[in-house]
């Protein structure tokens, strides 16, 4: 049977914006031929310092013994702890996987796009860092997140399968948004997802972390979230997978909504009119006009206001020839973004 547990770390509801940032790169150190620091790499949204609630810090590693002694972990170059004192250990197959989870709120450099987590370690016992996360809360007027967030370690073994109850704060008024983060044993491992009866999705094909990702889910306040290791008919060892982070809930985002309209082409150039039927205006709005994938233009263009319509103009150097060129707006409103696309086809000679 299933072997394991994943707890509730962090649940609310906050008007605000919830960030979960994955480094899935895998590290092994100490031991004989192996480096002593592995260096993670963090991209998330650069965010005014007031407007900072919570920033946590998750490190998960595969060691042969809970106590590691010359370990250390820094966050952008602060020195977090000398001393590794997991919250989670489970034995998984011939390893011990563990967790270290840290509020790092104090020295979160929020306004800051990219963020460094160096791990040390000098035993003489390898291990290997699995995955990193950094969950970040962020105070805004311009969403609204329902959310829980559980870690640990969940082990399954091929043809297993655990539900695990997530409930929110409260019930949510729109679609829900699912992430988890787990490892797999083998490329040849299967695993199947899903939410409250909903259809699956699938890990597979890789060997390591990975990460899932759902949206426009039907959640209520008390969900399940179904995990089942398929396997796929043949042996691999190691044999278990690992479900080690898990964050569900309802975003509800004042967004903006990006038009096109009276788009033509004359001598050389498109123009088109650009609008934004939205709620608000985006943070950053750029426009790129393609030919089989192959950028032609760009135009970045300063922020657009709910119900504000601009004109727009690219100047296109074309073959002789049809093309069909695709215009598109990237806008950005907080960490979310979200693509609109015209097709028109021209004629050239």
Request: no cysteine; net charge neutral; proline share 6%.
């Amino acid at each position: 049977m299933p072997s394991g547990i994943m707890e509730e770390f962090k649940k609310s509801k906050v008007p605000g914006e919830v960030i979960l940032s994955t480094s899935l790169a895998s590290g092994r150190l100490g031991g004989l031929g192996n480096p002593k620091i592995h260096k993670a790499v963090m991209d998330t949204p650069s965010i005014p310092r007031g407007d900072l609630e919570a920033a946590y810090l998750e490190v998960a590693l595969f060691a042969q013994e809970e106590r590691l002694p010359k370990w250390r972990l820094w966050l952008d170059g602060f020195s977090i702890t000398r001393e590794f004192k997991p919250q989670y250990v489970l034995p998984v197959d011939d390893a011990l996987f563990a967790k270290v989870l840290f509020d790092v709120t104090p020295i979160y450099k929020s306004e800051n796009p990219r963020h460094f987590v160096t791990v040390m370690y000098d035993g003489s016992t390898p291990v290997t860092v699995g995955h990193i996360n950094l969950l970040i809360i962020r105070r805004t007027e311009e969403a609204f997140y329902n959310f829980t967030y559980l870690s640990g370690a969940q082990a399954l073994a091929p043809g297993e399968v655990v539900e695990i109850e997530a409930e929110l704060e409260e019930e949510p008024r729109g679609n829900g948004i699912l992430r988890i983060v787990g490892i797999l044993p083998s490329k040849s491992a299967r695993v199947s997802v899903s939410v409250n009866g909903g259809e699956p999705r699938y890990l597979g094909d890789a060997v390591g972390a990975d990460e899932l990702s759902f949206e426009d889910l039907e959640i209520s306040k008390t969900n399940r979230v179904r995990v089942e290791h398929l396997g796929s008919g043949t042996s691999y060892y190691p044999k278990h997978f690992i479900l080690s982070t898990l964050l569900l809930g309802e975003a509800v985002y004042r967004e903006p909504r990006i038009v096109f309209s009276d788009v033509v082409f004359e001598g050389g150039v498109l123009r088109a009119k650009v609008a934004n039927v939205g709620e608000s205006a985006p943070d950053s709005l750029f426009m790129v006009v393609m030919n089989m994938g192959i950028p032609l233009a760009r135009l970045e263009v300063s922020s657009l206001k709910p119900g504000e319509v601009r004109d727009v103009e690219f100047k296109l150097k074309l073959p002789h020839g049809t093309h069909n060129i695709l215009l598109r707006a990237v806008a950005r409103k907080l960490s979310k973004i979200t693509y609109t696309d015209r097709r028109i086809q021209v004629s050239v000679g």
